[in-house]
């Protein structure tokens, strides 16, 4: 059975911020129907999904591309208290974390559906096209409680007008942020 740790075990500094909506997606069975006219979870084509798609078919899954599952692995379940949920041939590996699944792979080249595409760890941890940002309540502490279980920030906790937060990497140097909004958004 695997370990799960909790992300932050004060429950103080892992509420939710008002401001962050805390939707869980609802995922339909297969045989459910759709009808997108009366559903509220429906999304038009002008949306990007499509005629015929609900909200209720949509999850979100964020792949990794890691050099060594096994730290990875590590990493992810016991520095950011993920739960593995199941891992393929040692290519791979499928966790639960903050609500969003998250899929740990080692990378490879092309198939025959992405024919010119290939997987690979960052190239460079100082260039970033993607990042992981962890909204908390209370950044400070969410910052020694990581740097306890031996995440490496880049800086400690920096406060901004709106937010205070700092930034750390994976052992691959996939790069992650822990937020804290100082105030609710107020929209315009």
Avoid at 16 to 24: A, C, E, F, L, V
Avoid at 50 to 62: A, K, P, Q
Wanted: proline share 7%.
């Amino acid at each position: 059975m695997p370990r799960q740790l909790t992300l932050f075990p004060s429950a103080n500094h892992l509420t939710p911020h008002p401001s962050t909506p805390m939707h869980r997606p609802k995922i339909a069975a297969v045989d459910e129907s759709i009808d997108e006219r009366g559903s509220d979870y429906a999304i038009s084509s002008r949306r990007g999904f499509g005629s015929g798609l609900s909200r209720r078919w949509v999850e979100l899954t964020l792949l990794l591309v890691v050099s060594d599952l096994e730290r990875a692995r590590r990493f992810y379940r016991d520095v950011l208290g993920a739960t593995e949920t199941r891992a393929y041939g040692g290519t791979s590996a499928v966790l639960r974390f903050a609500g969003t699944w998250l899929l740990l792979f080692i990378g490879g080249g092309p198939t025959v559906d992405k024919p010119t595409v290939t997987f690979a760890p960052p190239a460079s941890t100082d260039i970033v096209s993607h990042e992981l940002t962890i909204r908390v309540t209370d950044c400070r502490a969410a910052y020694e409680t990581l740097t306890r279980r031996r995440a490496t920030f880049l800086t400690p906790p920096v406060e901004y007008d709106r937010e205070v937060r700092c930034f750390f990497r994976d052992p691959d140097g996939n790069l992650l942020e822990i937020s804290q909004l100082k105030a609710p958004l107020t929209r315009a």
